[in-house]
T-cell receptor, first 112, second 117 residues
Framework: GESVGLHLPTLSVQEGDNSIINCAYS??????FIWYKQESGKGPQFIID?????DKRQGQRVTVLLNKTVKHLSLQIAATQPGDSAVYFC???????????FGAGTRLFVKA | GAVVSQHPSWVICKSGTSVKIECRSL??????MFWYRQFPKQSLMLMAT?????????EQGVEKDKFLINHASLTLSTLTVTSAHPEDSSFYIC?????????????FGNGTRLTVT
């Protein structure tokens, strides 16, 4: 299930199950969205992105869904593996801008 | 690929001293680099945008005289934390994207863990 920790919410899933990580973004003027994965002590790593003219994009084992009406972004990970354990951040770029602003992260914990 | 190298990976310094962190794009050119700070169990907060050949742009609440940024070439940006204090202890991460590709993913360095004693 999902719980709110001291700072980062945590999602705990069983290995092999699908994971869904949610994000509410802040700016209706944002037109480009990215999901990053951050392992302990490292910089964020790009996972998948989506532009505002799309509502779904699929990658390898990952899918991003965008709902602009409610300013909601989600990341779906299929057949979650122990190596997927990390903190996941959504991020947004505003129209005409080049700054990337990060949302609150979610810690994904995969139980073997 | 697009590799961003950050150095040092960790540093310990005494209060009042200055620390310089380097960020290099190894296989691409970046007219703009971005510096983030991350406290434990929190998200990345954008500190400033480093612009090659011109002044950096700082986010609200970030002291430009404390966090000096220099972007002297298309592959190197440096962040100097001046007169460091314990509250400056944090994880500093730089990032960059290919020149001219604004709406594209950032490539991140592996961060610098700064501890000020």
């Amino acid at each position: 299930g999902e719980s709110v920790g001291l700072h980062l919410p945590t999602l705990s899933v069983q290995e092999g199950d699908n994971s869904i990580i949610n994000c509410a973004y802040s700016n209706s003027a944002s037109d480009y969205f990215i999901w990053y994965k951050q392992e302990s002590g490292k910089g964020p790593q790009f996972i998948i992105d989506i532009r505002s003219n799309m509502d779904k994009r699929q990658g390898q084992r990952v899918t991003v869904l965008l709902n602009k009406t409610v300013k909601h972004l989600s990341l779906q990970i299929a057949a979650t593996q122990p190596g997927d354990s990390a903190v996941y951040f959504c991020a947004e770029n505003m129209i005409g801008g080049f700054k990337t602003i990060f949302g609150a992260g979610t810690r994904l914990f995969v139980k073997a | 690929g697009a590799v961003v190298s950050q150095h040092p990976s960790w540093v310990i310094c005494k209060s009042g001293t200055s620390v310089k962190i380097e960020c290099r794009s190894l296989d691409f050119q970046a007219t703009t680099m971005f510096w983030y700070r991350q406290f434990p169990k929190q998200s990345l907060m954008l500190m400033a945008t480093s612009n090659e050949g011109s002044k950096a742009t700082y986010e609200q609440g970030v002291e430009k005289d404390k966090f000096l940024i220099n972007h002297a070439s298309l592959t190197l940006s440096t962040l100097t934390v001046t007169s460091a204090h314990p509250e400056d202890s944090s994880f500093y991460i730089c990032s960059a994207r290919h020149a001219g590709q604004d709406n594209s993913p950032l490539h991140f360095g592996n961060g610098t863990r700064l501890t000020v004693t």
